[in-house]
């Protein structure tokens, strides 16, 4: 199953894809400015949409984008925000959010989180993009985690 299934299945909204440019761009900041390599499947996703909503769980887009009067943040611009609210967080890619909780990358590991904004304290890990925004979307819907 892939990240775009999920979100289709849940009635979630997707948006245009990113350009290759511009995700080749996102990709070479992020290297640059912040020193973490962007997850693949992280990137293949937004190819097929620049960024999704799925009850209540964002996944952030390449660059700041509007939608339905919300602004949505770009994936470096929040990285740079969090980190300067947040020193512990410069391990991590930050890719999204739902509720007071962050879904993060950590390239260190190669595993995916979804953590305490705060406290950084991880509530559930994955080996990938799709199984822990899966596990989310399940949980929030009364599944099994």
Do not use: C, W
Request: charged share 20%.
């Amino acid at each position: 199953m892939s990240l775009a299934t999920i979100i289709a299945e849940n009635e979630g909204t997707m948006f245009p894809p990113a350009t290759e440019g511009g995700i080749a761009r996102l990709a070479s900041r992020f290297q640059e400015e912040l020193g973490i390599d962007l997850p693949v499947d992280y990137l293949t996703f937004l190819g097929q949409s620049d960024g999704a909503f799925v009850d209540g769980l964002m996944i952030y887009p390449s660059t700041d984008a509007a939608s339905d009067g919300f602004q949505l943040p770009g994936a470096l611009v929040i990285n740079k925000s969090r980190r300067e609210y947040h020193q512990g967080l410069r391990g991590f890619a930050v890719l999204g959010e739902v509720d007071d909780d962050l879904i993060v990358f950590r390239p260190a590991d190669n595993i995916y989180l979804r953590i305490d904004r705060v406290s950084l304290e991880p509530f559930e890990t994955a080996a990938d993009l799709v199984g822990l925004i899966g596990s989310v979307v399940r949980g929030r819907h009364g599944g099994a985690q």
